[in-house]
């Protein structure tokens, strides 16, 4: 059974940090596109970061650009999100999402993800 499980949500200032981890299990994903996804009260989910597997392309909504790293260990079946400069509008749940396609070379940010976990809070106070 595959399951992407993350952690490291939480309630912070703005101008803070999180980091924010997603461990799978049940296959590698070493192999495949991982993303973060969120979304926000009253709002629609969006894609926030992506990465393919060698973790050298990845992809940023414009509005996370310059304040979040998008990171993988595929010796540890991980993806990580480090958010700095947080600001309230990041407010939201966010997941951690795995495409099922391996070497996928389509467009990152238009990867149609296969899994994903039960989300982590983060809440930026201001």
């Known amino acids: 059974q595959v399951q992407l499980v993350e952690s490291g949500g939480g309630l912070v200032q703005a101008g803070g940090s999180l980091r924010l981890s997603c461990a799978a299990s049940?296959?590698?994903?070493?192999?495949?596109?991982m993303g973060w996804f969120r979304q926000g009260p009253g709002k629609e989910r969006e894609i926030v970061a992506a990465?393919?597997?060698?973790?050298?392309?990845?992809y940023y909504a414009d509005s996370v650009k310059g304040r979040f790293t998008i990171s993988r260990d595929n010796a540890k079946n991980a993806v990580y999100l480090q958010m700095k400069s947080l600001k309230p509008e990041d407010t939201g749940v966010y997941y951690c999402?795995?495409?099922?396609?391996?070497?996928?070379?389509?467009?990152?940010?238009?990867?149609?993800?296969?899994?994903w976990g039960q989300g982590t809070q983060v809440t930026v106070s201001s």
């Open positions: 999402e795995a495409d099922s396609k391996i070497y996928g070379m389509g467009s990152l940010s238009g990867t149609e993800f296969n899994f």
């Open positions: 049940g296959r590698t994903f070493s192999r495949n596109i």
């Open positions: 990465i393919r597997w060698s973790g050298v392309s990845t």
